[in-house]
């Protein structure tokens, strides 16, 4: 049962109770279904009941129990809490996967997705002043509200009904897709921001942010058609998988990516014959990074790629004094401070665990690739600067249904149906771009785990994560298409 059926399904509860007698109310057009918050359980909630108790002329409890018996007897329902003044948990059969539901209604009504009859039958006229951002507001309010059945005109004139703040200057010189983002993503009543920083292409940009998120899906699906795959809707975890909901951090177990102390720790002896140290400046690593992202790894010490191995900052296990070099023939060299050299005593290199492109703290979301061992392709963007920042610590997994808390991807995907509505009721398409960053954050790290990674191969579970994904990826194509802004294929 997806949070869409769900919806109709507390709806047909109130429907249930007023043809019952129960309840003396107006059956509202939609019944919103969240989370639960602090104090809930299950697996959503609804606040219906405070909504209808006013109308109804009883206490919020009373309704609540009035819709929780009817709810109860609900085929995908396994039970239903009342907490607080009257807020509805409810728990979903274990074999309900509202993830899976989701993806499949989602790919089955593809850019349409969210389009609904809400104003069916409406012609919403608009009149807007001759102002840069208040011709592309309206352009983009005639889209939304034909989403929801309506039509839409627009005029110029007195009085003005849609009349939001001017742009300070002309967005123009942004380019097409820049210059509409910058209008439309602030709310009416605030001021726009003209400026490059809609151009740059890193994280703190909420535009690059969203188109970047729908890139990488259109570049997973590709890779996936090379690796032999497609997509298909199904439970997203596996057995020690990544984001399994059992299987803990996902640097603790030991696999390919894993640094290991053994074939990284030098043997006890002098460290050359040659009077020389056999130190190398990091010439085994690759992306000219070497033993966690320093400089002067040990030439046995480095495998490169991301910080996969080393120790402190700049490649060491220790700081402290190096013992001077034997004279011969070639001049000594500098010693390194990240390096012990102890007289007779072993050189070792301590290994950090991948971080598996972990964004350091601070930061909104993870634009890295997957880790060193995925086959690098021409479609997988490269790894942003932040992602060979300084190693974190490993993520937890995402929560996953069965795991005791609904994917992150599920609440905003959910939610797309109701934003769509409210953006054309208010005429405010600022509300579909804030929900497309919000879909583009909850998306961004599950992309380093779409794919296999070393010599995994292409599972159940990887088929499952390519569809969430990739309908993540139709519902940010189809809010930037009410735009009017493009979605790349690649950037």
């Known amino acids: 049962m997806t949070p869409v059926e769900l919806s109709r399904t507390v709806l047909h509860a109130v429907r249930r109770a007023v043809d019952e007698g129960e309840l003396s109310v107006t059956v509202p057009e939609r019944a919103v279904v969240t989370e639960p918050g602090p104090g809930g359980c299950g697996d959503f909630a609804t606040t219906i009941a405070l909504q209808l108790a006013r109308p109804a002329g009883q206490p919020p409890l009373r309704v609540a129990e009035v819709l929780r018996d009817r709810l109860a007897e609900t085929d995908g329902i396994r039970d239903v809490v009342v907490t607080g003044p009257g807020f ?287 086959p690098h392709t021409p479609d997988r963007p490269p790894a942003s600067p932040a992602d060979l920042a300084n190693p974190a610590t490993p993520p937890t997994p995402a929560p996953t249904p069965g795991g005791g808390a609904p994917h992150p991807l599920l609440a905003p995907l959910a939610a797309h149906p109701r934003i769509l509505a409210a953006a054309a009721t208010h005429r405010a398409p600022d509300r579909v771009a804030r929900h497309l960053v919000t879909v583009a954050d909850a998306l961004l790290p599950l992309l380093p785990f779409v794919l296999p990674v070393g010599e995994e191969k292409p599972s159940a579970a990887h088929r499952a994560r390519l569809a969430l994904a990739e309908a993540a990826g139709t519902v940010l194509a189809g809010g930037l298409s009410l735009l009017g802004i493009d979605a790349p294929e690649h950037l």
């Open 88 to 374: 509805l948990n409810i728990s979903l059969d274990a074999q309900a996967d509202p993830v899976v539901g989701l993806v499949r209604e989602i790919r089955e009504k593809g850019l349409r997705y969210g389009h609904g009859d809400a104003l069916a039958g409406h012609v919403v006229a608009l009149r807007v002043p001759y102002e840069v951002r208040a011709e592309v507001v309206a352009d983009a309010v005639v889209r939304i509200v034909g989403t929801q059945g309506g039509r839409a005109t627009v005029e110029h004139g007195e009085p003005v009904n849609l009349r939001p703040v001017p742009a300070p200057e002309d967005p123009a010189p942004l380019g097409p897709d820049a210059a509409r983002w910058a209008l439309l993503h602030p709310a009416p009543h605030d001021r726009p921001r003209i400026s490059a920083d809609h151009l740059v292409q890193r994280e703190g940009n909420p535009l690059f942010r969203v188109r970047y998120a729908h890139a990488r899906v259109r570049s997973l699906s590709r890779n996936a058609a090379r690796l032999g795959f497609t997509a298909e809707p199904g439970p997203l975890t596996a057995d020690s998988g990544p984001l399994g909901a059992d299987s803990g951090p996902l640097a603790a177990e030991p696999g390919p990516d894993a640094a290991e102390p053994g074939p990284f720790t030098a043997e006890p002896g002098p460290l050359a014959t040659d009077g020389t140290h056999s130190v190398t400046n990091g010439s085994n690593g690759s992306n000219g990074s070497s033993g966690g992202l320093g400089h002067g790894g040990l030439s046995n010490g480095v495998r490169g790629a991301g910080g996969a191995t080393g120790g402190g900052p700049d490649g060491g296990a220790a700081t402290g004094p190096a013992a001077p070099a034997t004279p011969g023939p070639a001049a000594p060299i500098t010693p390194i401070p990240a390096v012990t050299t102890t007289p007779d005593s072993a050189v070792t290199t301590t290994p950090t665990p991948h971080t598996l492109g972990r964004t350091p703290a601070g930061l909104p979301h993870t634009l890295g690739r997957p880790p060193a061992s995925t």
